[in-house]
């Protein structure tokens, strides 16, 4: 229990997902040392999940942090520490040499989601105001592009219309492309609240995958890879042909019905059947209860959004709620779920290379003038910027030679890591601004920019229901670190120097507030105007949704209620939507479909939650979820390693047979890359095709091959106290086994875990290298096991008579109960004799707990099966095991636990 005295307390948001939760951050006035949901945020009202819930846990790891700037003079060479003066004169030099020499285009800045909306501001007004390039662009264009493309292709403005409210009023919850009780917890706690107040509420999940969120589902339609569109064009069919649709609101309000009535003559429920795979009377009860409903809303993600189909599907889904007239009312509307907690915000600055400033169009020449006359400049240019793979495509031809990346991983995130991986090769000068010294992409950092964490910089954040949370600073940054704004103009007036344009001028800004307040001016008049928003307001009457005008007494709850939309004749516009398959298929060499996605307990790459020791325990490691009969044909048994191909790239990983998966398919989560696993993580293998108008990549689907990898050795090391500083200096080794994963466990004092598995045993100096990483070298200290004819060793580090370290080679199946019994400072003398024999068991009275359901509890698997298997139901669990009564995260699972001892017991 934290006892530190609490002496300061601010109001700040989650810098996890667009939920936006509201955090409070509790400090002792020098160091973030607890968090609280904010009861009085309209997002949360105090709830937060497993990782908002541990995000002071992330602020108190200092191992990892960048603390001062830190410049490579040549490549080969390691960085060395500068300063401030040093690096940005550097970095300007360098950019100014590359500009005057190639032109502007040359180059590039990849941005982030993750930044605060003055942030991003600044980054978006340095590139294409005072470099004059339009080669900015964002993390954002993984997540959500094909939402804003959606959005403005049929409601004229990238606005989404619904808020959280709007699902305890709706009748029919429509979730598509979204395991909203993993991605998005908070907001799935409002779907149970809904559930439990109307028993009538009708949830329709549309998903490829069996989930926690499809499996409380009313109607679960688990379609093929990329069908989307067919499924929503078929749902349109039967309510046309069931006199479902809403003429008036169709006559009222929106053009273009007719050529889409056309084509969906097309679709019927049969058709469409054999294209999604599920059944058409499904498609049928889909449409009738979503045409029926008082009320419907839409929540939809990255299901919809990552495909080269990205903006077809958000139309199609659309087309459905301006047919049904299912929008500008309560419980009605098709919401998108923003995946990073300022996607939005990043979208109203213009923060990419396609749009400008308060959502204006960069392809707009009006739009362009305005910019430049708010601006002070004599245009913005006209020619389109390189999207997020189009800038590493361009970065591996040699065409951008310098890039700036901030607050974001793509040698992580990006689809085809081959390709990313050389265009920063390629790249003549690499910047990298971050708070995480030790990720994929900082390693590539020519320089290195250390910046300020959440918790230690101000600014503003909006989420997915349009919602402004001014965020404060609750801490000073450590060492050198800086908020990212100010990097930025620091970085904007060395550069203007030697440029020979005023920097200075241009970005006067001495506060975020500032910059907040420019930002604010260039919205006026647009649609999400928020001239009549202020710190101070938002401070005192707490976070608003936009639009929020000059006078308005209080922000828009809800768009479009008069019916009138943001396009030149005031209609929403019907997509005239057809079905395209995913831009790449399966066939006889690559005859699997890769989805990929987020755990509950992880996020993005891991930059943050790889260095929180629980937040591994619900999910230790990456696993490819296949189909039995799967694994069966390929010979393949729950454990075993197996290689997975696409066309791009291959990837070693365990398989688990999961009834989750349709035959034909298998699934990998995202967040582990080449820091945490040998390889290059999942996007080794993803596809960098993406939507032609949103530019989003496919992330969603690749074809792929799945092998057995038979590593016949196998070792595992644990290592106690200073786990995460020992995984930082171990985590480069990683690409020198065949298979490795390293990871954290525990709570207090966490344990290091490292699984290996090689073709042939480690040569003696590589055993001794990864010994004196993790200082296991006193040989006073360790005890020793060894049976050469079967391959099998140990030895245990004991430190004031407790296990502080144990190798095992050749037999590791130990592992499990011991890295437990480290954690929880066992002491040898138990454990003797196990170290002395041939035993891979456990001493009698021990054994592994199981992976951990509830997180906030600490309440494992096996204590909860053990419960069920004695009848318990949910309220008796929380009455006796506690579990699922703090965050709720882990209720989903329970159920589902409950639910297949029942069937079991059957
Ligand atoms: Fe953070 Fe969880 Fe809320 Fe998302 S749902 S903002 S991750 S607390």
């Known amino acids: 229990m934290n006892t530190t005295p609490i002496t300061s307390l601010k109001k700040s948001a989650c810098a996890y997902c667009g939920v936006g939760c509201g955090v409070l951050i509790e400090t002792d006035g020098s160091r973030i040392v607890g968090v609280r949901g904010d009861a009085e945020h309209p997002a949360n009202f105090g709830r937060l999940c497993t990782k ?153 999940v549309v998903d490829p995958r069996r989930t926690d969120t499809t499996r409380e589902a009313d109607l679960h339609l688990p379609i093929l890879p990329g069908t989307d569109v067919a499924l929503f064009n078929a749902m349109l069919y039967v309510m046309l042909w069931e006199g479902l649709l809403d003429q008036d609101y169709i006559a009222a309000h929106t053009s273009g019905f007719d050529e889409l009535r056309a084509t969906v003559r097309e679709y019927s429920p049969e058709t469409v059947a054999a294209v999604c795979g599920v059944p058409a009377a499904d498609i049928v009860t889909a449409a009738r209860w979503f045409g029926q409903s008082p009320a419907t809303l839409s929540l939809y993600c990255q299901g919809l959004n990552q495909s080269s189909h990205g903006t077809d599907k958000n139309t199609a889904l659309i087309n459905l709620h301006l047919a049904t007239g299912h929008i500008g009312r309560p419980g009605a509307g098709p919401f998108s779920l923003t995946g990073q907690p300022n996607a939005m915000g990043g979208r109203e600055v213009g923060g990419m290379a396609n749009l400008l400033s308060a959502h204006r169009d960069l392809a707009n020449p009006a739009h362009r003038d305005e910019i430049a006359r708010l601006w002070g400049i004599a245009s913005v240019p006209a020619t389109p910027g390189k999207t997020a793979v189009e800038m590493f495509e ?3 031809r040699g065409e951008i030679k310098a890039l700036w990346i901030a607050c974001t991983n ?57 919602r402004i949370t001014h965020v404060q600073a609750a801490i000073s940054a450590p060492g050198e670190c800086r908020p990212d704004w100010e990097i930025a103009v620091d970085f904007a007036h060395r550069l203007g120097a030697r440029l020979g344009k005023s920097g200075a001028t241009l970005f006067p800004y001495v506060n975020a507030e500032a910059v907040f307040n420019e930002h604010r001016e260039s919205t006026r008049g647009r649609d999400l105007d928020i001239t009549g928003l202020s710190y101070a307001l938002l401070d005192t009457c707490g976070p608003q949704q936009w639009p929020y005008p000059e006078g308005a007494q209080s922000g828009t709850v809800r768009l479009y209620e008069n019916g009138i939309f943001p396009t030149a004749d005031g209609r929403a516009r019907f997509a005239n939507t057809r079905y395209l398959p995913t831009a790449e298929t399966t066939d006889a060499r690559y005859p699997l479909h890769l989805n990929t996605g987020r755990l509950r307990d ?35 048994k729950p454990g075993d390693l197996a290689r997975i191909k696409s066309r791009r790239g291959e990837l070693l990983v365990p398989v688990e047979a999961s009834d989750d998966m349709r035959i034909g ?157 480290m954690a929880e400072g066992v002491q040898i003398a138990p454990l003797r004799s196990w170290v002395l024999a041939p035993l891979a068991t456990p001493p009698s009275g021990s054994g592994s707990r199981g992976r951990i359901v509830c997180n906030c509890l600490n309440v494992s698997d096996t204590q909860i099966a053990a419960a069920v298997s004695q009848g318990a139901d949910l309220p008796a669990l929380q009455a006796t095991l506690k579990c699922g009564t703090e965050c709720g995260s882990c209720v989903p699972e329970i159920k589902r636990m409950i639910a297949m001892g029942k069937r079991e017991a059957a």
């Open 602 to 636: 992880q996020w993005h790459g891991m930059s943050r939650t790889g260095m929180v020791a629980r937040l591994y325990s619900h999910v230790e490691s990456p696993v490819l979820s296949m189909h039995a009969d799967d694994m069966a044909r390929r010979g393949l």
């Open 410 to 466: 793509p040698a992580q995130s990006l689809p085809n890591q081959t390709l990313v991986r050389a265009a920063l090769q390629q790249a003549e000068f690499v910047v990298v601004q971050e708070v995480n010294a030790y990720t994929e992409t900082a390693e590539y950092a020519d320089l290195l920019l250390p910046a300020a964490a959440w918790g230690e910089k101000e600014g503003t954040v909006t989420n997915s229901e349009r």
């Open 394 to 396: 361009a970065a591996a």
């Open 665 to 821: 398919q298998a699934f990998m989560p995202m967040h582990w890359g080449s820091r945490y696993i040998s390889g290059l993580g999942v996007n080794a293998l993803t596809m960098d095709q993406f939507d032609a108008v949103s530019k989003q990549p496919e992330l969603k689907h690749a074809a792929i091959q799945v092998e057995k990898a038979p590593l016949p050795w196998h070792m595992a090391v644990m290592r106690r106290d200073h786990a995460v500083a020992r995984m930082l200096r171990i985590q480069p080794l990683l690409a020198r086994f065949d298979y490795a994963s390293c990871g954290l466990y525990g709570r207090q004092n966490p344990v290091l875990v490292l699984r290996i598995a090689h073709a042939v045993p480690l040569p003696a100096d590589l055993l001794a290298e990864i010994d004196r990483l993790l200082d296991m070298r006193d040989e006073t200290s360790i005890m020793r096991y060894d049976d050469p004819k079967r391959g099998v060793a140990k030895r245990v580090l004991v430190e004031n008579g407790c296990v502080a370290g144990v190798r095992l080679t050749g037999e590791i199946a130990a592992r499990d109960w011991l890295k437990e019994m």
């Open 52 to 204: 908002g819930a541990t995000l002071n846990l992330v602020a108190e790891q200092a191992e990892s942090r960048a603390l001062y700037p830190e410049l490579r003079s040549q490549r080969g060479d390691s960085r060395q520490r500068a300063s401030w003066d040093g690096a940005l004169d550097h970095a300007a030099e360098r950019f100014a040499a590359i500009i005057r020499e190639h032109g502007p285009d040359a180059v590039g800045f990849y941005i982030s989601g993750q930044l605060l909306t003055e942030d991003y501001y600044v980054f978006n007004k340095l590139v294409k105001g005072l470099i004059g390039t339009n080669n900015v662009d964002t993390n954002s264009r993984l997540c959500m592009s094909s939402a804003v493309t959606g959005y403005k292709a049929t409601l004229g403005a990238d606005a989404p219309p619904a808020c959280y409210d709007d699902i305890a009023a709706t009748d029919c919850l429509f979730i598509a492309g979204s395991n909203t009780a993993y991605a998005h917890p908070i907001v799935y706690r409002r779907i149970e609240d809904a559930r439990k107040a109307n028993p009538n509420l009708k949830v329709i």
